[in-house]
């Protein structure tokens, strides 16, 4: 499974998440030390980094008008630079409100929330609605809207596709998103093989269908199983 890193705390503690057997995985030795012993999962117990990257703004350039790179293009009225869309995922959006108001993104307290909660209500009022990021993107390319919030990875395919668009974290501060790997406690593993045991290519894939008897019963101590599928030598299937 491939969790995100506010999600590994959670999936741990109700038993959702099997330990890592650390001596099966000589590559976490190659992981970015800012990942290793993460405060979410210390000792990576649980999961190891995948990918990860920003949360920030996409826009379309203004000829003539410089970008003042802060999240007051959309936070603040007098300062807006356009048609805007904000994300739809409360995380991204209090985290970056929290960080336009100079909070921690991991305050717990209540009158942080609120506040952040009444500043977004404002914002809200004055978009375009709620988009996913690569929906944020292509409203960006398509002009249907000047401004949205996005992962950095939907904005580099966006300027890619146009580079009159441009992508930045604003000067505040933004989210990081991260996604992991990790194991999933007592889940089957099922491994589908496809061959042609039928058919004209049968002379190939009755070989291979026979050594499916010799496949592990289980791998690295977990309880595999194997399903066979004759597509009976059509591509189509």
Do not use: C
Not at 21 to 46: C, M, Q, S, T, W
């Amino acid at each position: 499974v491939v969790p995100g890193q506010y999600l590994i705390p959670v999936m741990a503690k109700l038993g959702l998440l099997a330990e890592l057997r650390h001596e099966n995985i000589p590559n976490l030795a190659n992981l970015d030390e800012k990942f290793v012993n993460p405060v979410y999962d210390p000792g990576n117990k649980y999961s190891a980094a995948y990918q990860w990257g920003t949360v920030g703004i996409y826009l379309r350039k203004q000829p003539g008008k410089a970008v003042d790179e802060t999240w007051g293009l959309m936070f603040d009225k007098a300062k807006q630079y356009g048609s805007f869309l904000l994300m739809d995922s409360p995380r991204e959006m209090l985290g970056s409100m929290a960080k336009y108001k100079g909070m921690s993104v991991n305050s717990t307290s209540l009158d942080d929330l609120r506040a952040q909660s009444a500043a977004l209500g404002e914002a809200k009022q004055r978009s375009q609605g709620f988009e996913g990021g690569v929906g944020g993107k292509n409203k960006v390319l398509a002009k249907a809207v000047d401004a949205a919030v996005v992962y950095n990875g939907d904005a580099v395919r966006g300027m890619s596709d146009d580079p009159e668009t441009y992508y930045f974290v604003p000067r505040e501060g933004g989210v990081l998103w991260l996604d992991n790997l990790a194991v999933p406690a007592q889940a089957d593993i099922t491994v589908g093989i496809t061959v042609s045991a039928t058919g004209p290519a049968a002379s190939l894939g009755i070989p291979q269908k026979n050594t499916m008897e010799l496949l592990p019963a289980t791998i690295g101590g977990e309880k595999v199983k194997w399903v066979l599928l004759d597509d009976a030598s059509d591509t189509t299937k």
